[in-house]
């Protein structure tokens, strides 16, 4: 009886054993969680990440920038962050490798209306009056696609406009067009209610690079490359359902982002599968990454944004071989 009793207590105590062990893992999103974050909350809400032995907590950050710094100062292991972000941190940002990219396509978008500039191909970036933000370099990528079609860039007019006045300024007509990124079209659309929202999206028009997708600082991908071969596993798991069921995602993430509409995150969903579901990751699996065009990102931005202190050779930060196996199919 006693070694009976014995038993029954020692196998109690085994699931709180199991999740004393689970390591506690940090990500830090690009922004404040919006819909086209879904995908990060399917694997806590399935248990993927505890199937990884993982405790992942997801945080969001002011921008780019900030979960860039987060990643190195090591506030988060892991961060969603966008390539050529990293690349234009220079020296500064040396610290943090890709292990997998999420977005295959690049999201920037010049967003015009119709009636109105009705930017559909880059040729009517010539002379366009483009809200943008000067403090950063994304306007400076527009003006490089321009010249990868042969046109004038100095002709596209920046105007400085704060992210949150750009709808409002579009919608009053009182800029031709906008700098957003792709998932921010279901917002507009919603925003702008006499005129049909066009997007020229740069990422199918020839800009090919690589945007955003999961880094890590060095010294904790040294330390525990399995932890993170488990992180991006789980996670891409979660993409992978996100995207063949949004419906099912929008209800995962307004368990944990209470203010957010399920129809919108439908909406980004759907535009997110756009920008990770191609060709590659159709033949290789959600995340994948290829060093040629990793290399074709780096060189972009070095070309075309200025960069402070020493430049970033794809050898700085491409990481392979912690994308899970099999791979994680569309």
């Known amino acids: 009886m006693r ?7 020692a196998l ?3 699931p709180l054993a199991a999740a004393a062990q689970e390591r506690k893992v940090v990500f830090m999103l690009d922004f404040i969680s919006l819909g086209r ?13 505890k199937q990884e032995g993982l405790d992942v907590t997801v945080v969001p950050s002011k921008g780019t920038a900030d979960v860039i710094k987060g990643v190195d100062a090591g506030v988060a292991q892991l961060g969603f962050i966008d390539v050529p972000s990293l690349v234009a941190g220079g020296e500064a940002a040396s610290s943090i ?10 999201p920037y978008c010049v967003f015009s209306l119709n009636p109105g500039a009705n930017v559909t191909s880059p040729k009517d970036m010539v002379g366009l009056e483009f809200g943008s933000s000067t403090a950063s370099f994304v306007w400076k990528i527009h003006q490089a696609f321009m010249k990868m079609h042969g046109l004038d860039p100095s002709t596209l007019k920046v105007v400085n406009i704060d992210g949150s006045a750009r709808v ?16 921010s079209e279901p917002g507009l659309k919603r925003a702008v209610k006499d005129a049909e929202v066009k997007c020229l999206l740069l990422g199918e028009h020839g800009l090919d690079i690589y945007a ?15 932890v993170v ?3 991006v596993r789980a996670a891409l798991r979660g993409w992978k359902d996100a995207l063949e069921n949004p419906e099912e995602a929008a209800k995962i993430e307004v368990q944990y982002v209470k203010a957010l509409d399920p129809k919108i995150i439908v909406e980004e969903l759907a535009i997110v599968k756009r920008l990770a579901v191609v060709p590659d990751t159709r033949k290789n699996g959600y995340g994948a990454m290829d060093k040629e065009k990793m290399a074709r990102t780096v060189q972009f931005i070095n070309d075309n944004v200025e960069v402070t202190g020493r430049k970033l050779t794809v050898d700085d930060i491409y990481r392979d071989g912690y994308l899970p196996k099999p791979a994680i199919l569309p």
């Open 97 to 106: 490798k890709m292990v997998a990219v999420n977005y295959q396509k690049a």
């Open 212 to 226: 955003n997708g999961i880094g890590v600082r060095q010294d904790f991908l040294k330390e525990n490359p399995q």
């Open 12 to 14: 109690s105590l085994l």
């Open 37 to 49: 974050h879904a995908p990060w909350y399917v694997p806590i809400a399935k248990g993927y990440y």
């Open 229 to 231: 071969r488990g992180f």
């Open 3 to 9: 070694m009976t009793s014995l038993a029954v207590v």
């Open 168 to 183: 409002p300024m579009l919608a009053a007509r009182k800029v031709q067009a906008i700098d957003l990124f792709v998932m």
